[in-house]
């Protein structure tokens, strides 16, 4: 398995501004994503942070808003852009390992967006 | 749009007793994993199972894949009331990156 740290762990921001949360990982791995769980929801995948190249974005989530770097194989950000109240929601970094295809996710960062 | 679903949606037993929750998916699948989340916290992994299998334990656990029905359950046997917790169904999908999505979860009681 895989170590995931995430930072901060939680946050109040004021609508406007942006946030960017920071996932490291204990060990080199291919593949990273970012999730939001909205409050009383699952999981939705908002992209695949490529190293190296532009992250991959899901149908409804766009650069503009979720700007994504991934400098190295075990770091990653996630910047929460002009934030509003329906920003409010945990955002969680995941990683898969290699071969046996487990998917782990880290502690989550949770947003409230006044 | 969400590729599982889960029922039941919320479940209350009493402790000692064994859970069952079910997971449906529409696509074909690489594997299925299931998680635990406790109180909106981070997403424990318990268990996954490929598409060639059929039924995996892991201590008090058991998972079953039916991929003709595309359906799986989770079993949870002897439950404790540090069982409660909501618990996700997630499907690996073949194509592209084998990204997971996510059903609703079931949100599972357990009554001391």
């Known amino acids: 398995s895989a170590v995931i740290s995430q930072k901060p762990s939680r946050d109040i921001c004021q609508r406007g501004t942006s946030l960017t949360i920071q996932c490291q990982v204990d060990?080199?791995?291919?593949?990273m994503f970012w999730y939001r769980q909205q409050p009383g929801q699952s999981l939705t995948l908002i992209a695949t942070?490529?190293?190296?190249?532009?992250?991959?974005?899901e149908s409804g989530f766009v650069i503009d808003k979720f700007p994504i770097s991934r400098p190295n194989l075990t770091f990653s950000t996630l910047t929460v852009s002009n934030m509003s109240p329906e920003d409010s929601s945990i955002y969680l970094c995941?990683?898969?390992?290699?071969?046996?295809?487990?998917?782990?996710f880290g502690p989550g960062t949770r947003l409230t967006v006044l | 749009s969400q590729q599982g679903e889960e029922d039941p949606q919320a479940l209350s037993i009493q402790e000692g007793e064994n859970a069952t929750m079910n997971c449906s998916y529409k696509?074909?699948?690489?594997?299925l994993q299931w998680y635990r989340q406790n109180s909106g916290r981070g997403l424990v992994h318990l268990i996954l199972?490929?598409?060639?299998?059929r039924e995996k334990h892991s201590g008090r656990l058991r998972v079953t894949l039916d991929t003709s029905k595309k359906s799986s359950s989770l079993l949870i046997t002897a439950s404790r009331a540090a069982d409660t917790a909501s618990y996700f169904c997630?499907?690996?999908?073949?194509?592209?990156?084998?990204?997971?999505?996510f059903g609703q979860g079931t949100r599972l009681t357990i009554n001391p």
């Open positions: 942070a490529n190293q190296g190249s532009e992250a991959t974005y």
């Open positions: 060990s080199q791995v291919t593949m």
């Open positions: 997630a499907t690996a999908l073949i194509q592209g990156a084998q990204k997971l999505v």
């Open positions: 696509t074909s699948i690489n594997n």
């Open positions: 995941s990683v898969r390992t290699g071969g046996t295809g487990e998917q782990f």
């Open positions: 199972i490929r598409s060639n299998e």
